[in-house]
């Protein structure tokens, strides 16, 4: 889908010159023109579209309306079960439909994708986080009365449609972070969010560290926390997988070492990045190679919340260092790569939304380096960032600051008409 849409727009811009080109002989050369730089954009003109509930995430459908997760504010324990969470579906008018039946049992619904062929298979991917009061009590938090095992979990199923009536036929698990941890709270640093790889054939998905602070215990191959996972779509593990081969090792382990990894996403060129939240101090960007081990709870570029020191990444310590990071943190909330047409000057740069810095972070990948090029302030933490289907359409954004957050469009700031959708707390 992505592909086509990148075709579009390229096609589009291909139009003057095809145009000028219009009567001349096939024997006279036509100079070409050189291209005049993209007018640079320095704000986003944010427009009201809908307000939600705890939302975490948004996906475009074809025909321009938005499906969109809700992860319900609030606690999980034993004695408070946690709401499950929603997904709706929001038209870019603004209206919210119920709550879409069919999903699996959760406690809180994180990332939703849609499937490379979901034109004709009309699948979608929903990352979210169960509980289970019966499985082993693992983590710091284990002898906590209150606390009730929490996972991440991945699934998938056929969006079906009934009039404008919307449900998930067919949901399945296709995956479950092993073990699950007590958890005082329903999120604790899931992560959560995925991205396919750009052929389509393989499912990436970050799983973040629950909280955990034993460093043998997150670098052991044998539990998926703080781990970035590769799958094929349907749940299957591919053969070649980083750690298949090793004894006790979890197959589906694409690279190890991560805090709270919200943003994943694959640039122009095909290479894999993502972020994660750093303590106090040290939010990072990372090119992820696999096999590699990134360093937390051994190495961050920050120190814990109480001051306490962490060793910094050196040279030879046998972790892959961060190609940028941050030092007071953005916390980083997603990431895409943009590609539209209408925010021209940001083509190809990484638009990564933050929470506790308010922006929109724009960063320039050059080969292995990264510089971040602009800030941009929007008033409110920033849940998710996504780039809409259409030249109209570039990108959307959510908070979650409060139980009440704002859907909206946004579009550079002297245009016309809306073009991109955000949505910041109210
Ligand atoms: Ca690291």
């Known amino acids: 889908m992505k592909r086509s849409i990148l075709a579009l727009l390229l096609l589009g811009m291909a139009c003057p010159s095809l145009t000028s080109c219009g009567g001349e002989s ?3 050369p036509t100079p070409t023109p050189t291209p005049s730089p993209p007018r ?10 809908a307000t939600l509930e705890s939302p975490w995430s948004l996906a475009f459908l074809p025909d321009g309306r938005m499906l969109v997760t809700q992860l319900p504010s609030g606690t999980a324990s034993t004695a408070d ?35 490379p062929n979901y034109t004709n298979n009309r699948m979608i991917y929903i990352s979210f986080l169960e509980s289970d009061a019966n499985a082993p009590r693992v983590g710091r938090n284990a002898a906590e009365p209150g606390g009730i095992p929490i996972g991440l979990a991945l699934a998938r199923g056929t969006l079906r449609f009934t009039g404008n009536t919307a449900y998930l036929d067919n949901a399945a698990v296709i995956w479950r972070q092993m073990p699950k941890i007590v958890s005082p709270g329903p999120s604790g640093e899931p992560g959560g969010r995925m991205t396919f790889s750009p052929d389509g054939r ?3 998905l970050t799983a973040g560290d629950r909280q955990e602070l034993d460093k043998t215990f997150l670098h052991s191959l044998d539990n998926s926390l703080g781990k970035i996972i590769r799958i094929y779509p349907d749940g299957a593990i591919p053969s070649d997988n980083p750690y298949r081969a090793q004894a006790g090792a979890l197959p589906e382990l694409w690279s190890i070492g991560h805090r709270n990894p919200y943003g994943i996403a694959f640039d122009s060129k095909g290479v894999l990045w993502e972020h994660e939240m750093g303590p106090k101090g040290g939010d990072e960007l990372n090119r992820i190679q696999p096999g590699l081990n990134y360093g937390w709870p051994a190495v961050s570029y920050g120190n814990h919340y109480d001051d306490g020191a962490i060793p910094k990444p050196a040279e030879g310590d046998g972790f892959a260092p961060s190609t940028f990071w941050w030092t007071p943190v953005i916390a980083p909330s997603d990431m895409i790569f943009y590609s539209g047409a209408l925010f021209a000057d940001w083509r190809g740069d990484a638009i990564i939304s933050g929470l506790a810095s308010h922006t929109l972070v724009r960063v320039r990948i050059n080969g292995d380096s990264a510089t971040e090029v602009q800030r941009i302030d929007m008033g409110a933490r920033i849940r998710a960032v996504q780039q809409g289907l259409t030249a109209r359409c570039g990108c959307w954004r959510i908070s979650r600051a409060a139980a009440c957050s704002s859907l909206r469009r946004c579009s550079p700031p002297d245009h016309g008409w809306p073009v991109l959708w955000q949505a910041g707390s109210l």
């Open 40 to 49: 640079a954009i320095s704000g986003v003109a944010p427009t009201l579209v």
């Open 81 to 115: 079960p946690a709401a499950p969470g929603a997904l709706r579906l929001v038209t870019p008018s603004g209206a919210i439909s119920d709550p879409i039946g069919g999903l699996p049992t959760n406690i809180g619904l994180l990332e939703v994708k849609l499937d």
């Open 202 to 204: 393989y499912l990436f």
């Open 26 to 28: 096939a024997s006279t």
